[in-house]
């Protein structure tokens, strides 16, 4: 997917995101934040942070920065930070692709319902690698192919359907892992059945 087509896409889920994916989408992120025990003053990036939703879920005693690529997804963020009065929050319009900040410059680098959304996931990950910490964590909850070989065929074969609404269903974690070199400390679903796996990665700048 281009950049124009996703921006447009995004301009146009955000007048009814929230009411749409939040259900699904918030309790996945307040159970991941909640469980990275981020420290008092640490720096987290959350990439292509949307509307803003997992916002209020992190503590007020660390640095959260929010970027997305959609000026409309990002004015709700903006409306979601003047209502909860997040002064710890900053929010900057900008690609994932090339991130504006420098190397080492974060503990933890949040992406959440993004990486099958972006036009090149593994460039993706290498500049979350890049502004990452050495030994900071990389966590990402996202859709990836099943395992199960049947399954992967229909998400193969949705993809262009999935494409048109925004993500691509055919990602493949082996793929990205193999492509990026990261090292996976742990991954789960939160739930027996879940479409959306949870991806913990400690930052290895050696790889
Ligand atoms: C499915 S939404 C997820 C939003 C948010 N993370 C959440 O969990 O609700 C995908 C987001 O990724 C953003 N996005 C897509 N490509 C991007 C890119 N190259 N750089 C930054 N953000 C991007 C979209 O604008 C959209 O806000």
């Not at 146009?12 to 008092?40: A, C, G, T, W």
């Not at 942070?49 to 660390?62: D, E």
């Not at 739930?191 to 949870?198: H, R, T």
Request: hydrophobic fraction near 40%; glycine fraction near 2%; charge should be positive.
């Amino acid at each position: 997917m281009q950049i124009e087509t996703i921006k447009r896409i995004y301009a146009n889920y955000s007048h009814f995101y929230d009411l749409l994916f939040k259900q699904f989408f918030y309790p996945r992120q307040k159970y991941v934040i909640q469980s990275m025990q981020i420290k008092p003053n640490e720096k987290v990036l959350d990439v292509g942070v949307g509307t803003g939703l997992s916002l209020s879920i992190y503590p007020r005693h660390c640095y959260i920065t929010g970027i997305d690529v959609s000026k409309e997804m990002l004015n709700k963020a903006r409306k979601k930070v003047e209502k909860f009065s997040l002064s710890h929050v900053t929010l900057r319009e900008m690609d994932a692709m090339n991130l504006d900040f420098e190397d080492n410059a974060f503990d933890y680098v949040f992406a959440t319902f993004v990486i099958s959304v972006v036009p090149d996931p593994i460039r993706v990950i290498s500049e979350m690698k890049r502004v990452a910490k050495n030994d900071g964590k990389i966590v990402i909850v996202n859709h990836f192919q099943s395992q199960n070989k049947f399954i992967a065929k229909i998400e193969k074969w949705i993809c262009p359907l999935s494409r048109r609404i925004g993500w691509r269903s055919d990602l493949s974690l082996d793929y990205l892992v193999r492509e990026t070199n990261i090292e996976i400390d742990y991954s789960y679903k939160l739930k027996k059945i879940d479409l959306w796996n949870v991806v913990f990665v400690t930052n290895n700048k050696s790889d």
